[in-house]
């Protein structure tokens, strides 16, 4: 595992490149390997020998696994085990039990992982979960036109302000911004999107945390947690200091 650590792309995070190790020391291929790098394991080391059997799974199926699958397995499996859904009562809003709390993968090919993923469905009776939504935070959104940036494009900058809005974002970019949709809601931080407007929509780009206490920023992240470009950089200090927040490290 260390020769695999060793050889690691030099853009992953830390826990990304151990996740990185662990897949080439099981056999897995560098593509997959990187791409469970890029998912929630990243930042999930708990449950070991159950994200370990996981993984063999995925890298038993590898040749078959189509473009951009790993990180949408994962991250439903993770929400089978550990999401739980907030539901209206007549008491207020209770929280739920995870559908698959007891979920084991003993057995189970990655035809039948396919299988529980496109199947599962919250089934409460006739309640719905609750859209997690929170309140915007002190900075306001910034619109760059094409006049001001390096590149001559339009961008924007845009608070994420549900937990639907984080899951699209992270799938976007193929990162686990979804994750932070509690600690957006109990205001520990906010998620803000920095956009490109092309072709008549806006591409997300790059993904900020504002840590809500001081007022600074925490992580930028752009696709699969890789370094955002100079200009988008660029356009994040100059949001940051007509903001008066810290700019990221």
Not at 88 to 100: F, H, K
Not at 105 to 119: A, C, E, F, P
Not at 139 to 152: E, M, Q, V, W, Y
Request: glycine share 4%; charged share 25%.
């Amino acid at each position: 595992m260390q020769h695999h650590l060793r050889t690691a792309p030099d853009d992953l995070s830390p826990m990304g490149a151990l996740r990185f190790a662990e897949v080439r020391g099981l056999g897995g291929g560098i593509p997959l390997a990187r791409e469970i790098a890029d998912s929630i394991l990243n930042q999930q080391f708990e449950h070991v020998a159950f994200w370990r059997s996981t993984l063999l799974i995925l890298i038993a199926h590898e040749k078959s696994l189509r473009r951009g699958e790993v990180c949408e397995l994962i991250d439903s499996i993770y929400d089978l085990l550990f999401a739980a859904p907030q539901i209206p009562t007549e008491n207020g809003i209770e929280s739920r039990t995870p559908a698959c709390p007891d979920l084991a993968m003993k057995g189970r090919t990655l035809d039948s992982l396919r299988r529980l993923v496109n199947d599962w469905r919250p089934h409460y009776g006739d309640d719905r979960p609750v859209q997690r939504t929170w309140p915007q935070s002190q900075p306001r959104p910034l619109l760059f036109p094409a006049s001001t940036t390096p590149d001559g494009a339009t961008w924007r900058i845009v608070e994420l302000l549900n937990a639907t809005a984080l899951r699209v974002e992270g799938r976007a970019l193929r990162h686990c911004v979804a994750m932070y949709d509690w600690d957006c809601d109990r205001r520990l931080c906010a998620i803000w999107s920095l956009r490109r407007h092309e072709h008549g929509v806006d591409r997300p780009v790059a993904t900020i945390e504002l840590n809500l206490a001081d007022q600074t920023i925490e992580q930028l992240k752009a696709y699969k947690n890789r370094r955002p470009s100079p200009v988008a950089r660029t356009l994040v200090d100059r949001w940051a200091k007509e903001s008066n927040i810290v700019p990221p490290p």
